[in-house]
């Protein structure tokens, strides 16, 4: 039977939708490649380094302002490891200034960038000032001493996709005596913790090397804690064992 018009355009639409999604992902994923490239120079050159300061303008334009290491209190302020608008003493990463403001603008260029929810403003300063915190050396590493704060004996974590680009619906912690996993489905840790799993667990989403490694499919059992169907987007996530 030769296809209508109508079932070309349906087929068409669907095809569009897929290669705009597919296009959606391979954009978060590059502009997590850019920001990990230009990190790893940052660290080079700054080992201590931790934020990255700058203003953005209307026109989407960045004016990078330096970069700042840790807060070492609650109440402190992030120190200053390099200015870039002063100039006044000779520092490794006056060499590559160009190569991070331009590196840091495409990583923040789309709307859709995962890289935006490591920006917040920058609250030690009343003007245009912004901060990036830089991704985690190890994403996974990371997710784990952060889990394992509350949840010591945490072996994996369920994620669900769908919720916030990563958030853990439940935590796994062994195997009890009588044979039956462990569940913690209500996590024990604190917003501000909530919301770095799921920044970072939204780039590790992102990144498909990153899935590949380390998200597997749920065991054909698995019943959600909330009696909510599960997805695709849903993944167990085993955590490495501590060193």
Known sequence: MTP?????L?????????LDAEGQRIAKAYCLAVLDHVTAKIRTA????VYVTFAFYGTRTL????VLGAQTS??????????NREGTQEHPLDYIADEIESDVQTALAPYLSPAWASVHRNSASDGNSWLLELPPVDRVARVTELVRERHPEATAVIVDGRRSGGRIIEVLEGVADDG??????RPRWAPSCDTSLTRILAQVLAL???ADRHLMPLPSDYVHPHGVSISDQTYLM?????A
Do not use: F, S
């Open 180 to 185: 039956t996993q462990i569940r913690a489905p």
């Open 4 to 8: 209508t018009a109508h079932d070309q």
């Open 208 to 210: 498909p090397a990153l």
């Open 46 to 49: 700054c080992p201590a380094a």
């Open 238 to 242: 085993p955590l490495p064992p501590t």
């Open 63 to 66: 004016d990078l302002h330096g």
């Open 10 to 18: 349906t087929l068409l639409a669907e095809q569009r939708h897929e």
């Open 74 to 83: 609650p109440l402190g302020t992030c120190p200053e490891l390099w200015n």
